[in-house]
């Protein structure tokens, strides 16, 4: 299962984790679907850890899940942050993922069983480069401190594959079981 960030800086191509998280890789492909991160910016980046994107507040308050609010953490053993270019979604504390997301910039053990792993980097590296050099704001206001300059902007998302719809499968809510429809 593949994606294409479609940035203001190139393009970044990324394989989303459908088989091990997918109730995060259905949040996060109907969010893509839908529209929700066009035009939106990666608005928190910090060199040597991760850029963040996915709020359509361009803030790092906003943003919500398919479902509306929050939905549980999913992780799994095998999905950890131990290279540069793993995609995890963002949160605010345990089983509060909504839309932002974010890519790491390098290994981050401390991570793992804190933000859940959804997908990585394929394709785009020169990308990601760009991204981790880009200046930031800087200063002491928090929201301000990691803001690039010239924040990225994702125009758009191209879905390449998706095992989930393909299969007719859905998450109607963030906690029940997943069904099938034609």
Request: charged share 20%.
């Amino acid at each position: 299962m593949a994606v294409t960030l479609h940035t203001s800086l190139g393009d970044l191509k990324l394989e989303i984790f459908c088989d091990t998280v997918p109730r995060t890789s259905f949040n996060f492909l109907a969010l893509a679907a839908s529209g929700e991160y066009d035009g939106t910016i990666f608005h928190r980046n910090m060199r040597g850890f991760m850029i963040q994107g996915g709020d359509p507040t361009g803030t790092g308050k906003g943003g919500e899940s398919i479902w509306g609010g929050t939905f549980e953490d999913e992780f799994n053993p095998d999905l950890v942050h131990d290279r540069r270019g793993v995609v995890s979604m963002a949160n605010k504390g345990p089983n509060t993922n909504r839309a932002q997301f974010f890519i790491t910039y390098e290994r981050q053990p401390h991570l793992n069983n804190v933000y859940t792993v959804f997908g990585k980097v394929i394709n785009g590296w020169e990308v990601l480069d760009q991204m981790e050099r880009l200046p930031c704001m800087g200063g002491t206001k928090k929201s301000q401190m990691h803001k690039p300059v010239k924040p990225p902007v994702i125009e758009r998302i191209t879905i390449h594959a998706n095992p989930l719809a393909e299969e007719g499968i859905v998450y109607p809510s963030k906690t029940g079981p997943p069904e099938r429809v034609q």
